[in-house]
């Protein structure tokens, strides 16, 4: 190979080299914050984040559900960009959960997250809920992106959750998208 030759071929290699799937990407959790309305509803008893490794974070999450067994749930999810404060972005709407838990949609926005959150978690079948709900160290990946690809930038997902359609619980899980 002469020397006209393997300079291309390391040109090449610096310019296609970032665009591939060897580099890792910052995207991560930042913050994570869990409000109960109803203390005789639900009580979260672990609700914070947890260092996994240099870059890791992951989402742990423990609401004691305190009315069981829980067969009608609506919730509000909706999507927040920082600009200057967190301004919504681009998705908000309410559904019924307990359907959405039987027969998720696999382009929509809820069952993109919903399909992230079960990865780490116990909602693995419809209602009724007759136990504790656990996120154990959930950790961002961008493969939960992949049907809806954000922007670099700040973002807010917030969760609110209403029984009989009364609001009853509230999180709000904060990230930032960095490729």
Not at 2 to 13: K, M
Request: hydrophobic share 40%; with cysteine.
């Amino acid at each position: 190979m002469d020397v006209a030759s393997l300079r291309f071929l390391i040109l090449i290699a610096i310019v296609l080299l970032p665009l591939g799937g060897c580099r890792k990407s910052g995207s991560r959790f930042t913050n994570l914050k869990c409000e109960s309305y109803d203390l005789d509803f639900a009580k979260f008893n672990n609700c914070r984040l947890n260092v996994l490794g240099r870059g890791v974070v992951g989402t742990n999450i423990h609401i004691n559900l305190l009315k069981i067994p829980i067969n009608n749930v609506q919730i509000n999810w909706s999507l927040w960009r920082r600009y200057s404060g967190y301004k919504l972005f681009l998705y908000n709407a309410t559904c019924n959960f307990c359907q959405l838990l039987a027969h998720p949609d696999s382009i929509s926005f809820q069952s993109i997250v919903l399909s992230a959150i079960r990865t780490s978690s116990n909602l693995n079948h419809s209602c009724p809920y007759k136990h504790d709900i656990i996120v154990d160290n959930m950790v961002f990946k961008d493969e939960f992106l992949q049907k809806l690809p954000l922007p670099q930038g700040d973002y807010k997902i917030q969760m609110r959750f209403a029984t009989y359609k009364v609001w009853k619980f509230q999180i709000e899980i904060f990230l930032l998208r960095n490729e």
